[in-house]
Structure formats: C-alpha cells, structure tokens
C-alpha cells in the first residue's frame, strides 16, 4: 500500500514536497508515478521515475518546476514542486508500475499502475 503526504496550502510561487512511502512490497523493483485529480476533472500524469531515479519524464505542464526523486533505502518516493500555480490545486497520488510491464509510452496512463493510496491535498492560492 502506497501512502502519499506532505500536501497543503501555499501561495502561487511557493514550494512543496511531498512524499509518498510503500509497505508491502519490494519498493526498488517499481517504477513509481505521480498523478493529480483536479475537483470535476479526469486524473492526470504528473512525473514518474525508474527503479534507480536515473530516468525521469515529466508532463509538460510541471516541466522545470517539479521533480521528482527516490529513496529506495526509505521506500520513499518524492515530488519537489517549486514555482507552484493556482492550476497545481488537485490531490495528488502516487501510485506504482507493475513489474514487466512495458513502461515507456505506457507511463502517462493511470490505469497502467497499482497500489493507489490516499492521496494528499495541495491548494495553491493566489
């Protein structure tokens, strides 16, 4: 099971990080992602990372403002956001890649991962 953390209220140009730690599972095997759910919108790709966090790709809307990072000796994973934006409000989840699955042009589509847990909510004011 996932667990995701860290969200909050920040005002437009602020930063947050958050985290997201595993249990249950062998956290270094998977590829790991992060996604948002604006309220009345569809869950969207945010970053999402390879086993060492040596490839990463990101949607072009966070592109050069988030990053994100692991920590395979925590089973943590991370989503720096900087330089935040009212349209950054949504809760965000992370969620994990199954293992052999074919990752690349598959990553963006939420419907590829498991492990979902609850989410955590950030609220950019401005």
């Known amino acids: 099971q996932l667990q995701a953390f860290g969200g909050g209220l920040v005002q437009t140009g602020g930063s947050l990080r958050l985290s997201c730690s595993a249990s249950?599972?062998?956290?270094?095997?998977?590829?790991m992602g992060w996604f948002r759910q604006a309220p009345g919108k569809q869950r969207e790709f945010v970053a999402t990372?390879?086993?060492?966090?040596?490839?990463?790709y990101y949607a072009d809307s966070v592109k050069g403002r988030f990053t994100i990072s692991r920590d395979n000796a925590k089973n943590t994973v991370y989503l720096q956001m900087d330089s935040l934006k009212p349209e950054d409000t949504a809760v965000y989840y992370c969620?994990?890649?199954?293992?052999?699955?074919?990752?690349?042009?598959?990553?963006?589509?939420?419907?590829?991962?498991?492990?979902w847990g609850q989410g955590t909510l950030v609220t950019v004011s401005s």
């Open positions: 990372t390879n086993w060492s966090g040596g490839t990463t």
């Open positions: 249950g599972r062998t956290f270094s095997n998977y590829r």
């Open positions: 969620a994990a890649y199954p293992v052999g699955s074919t990752w690349y042009n598959e990553y963006p589509k939420w419907t590829r991962y498991n492990g």
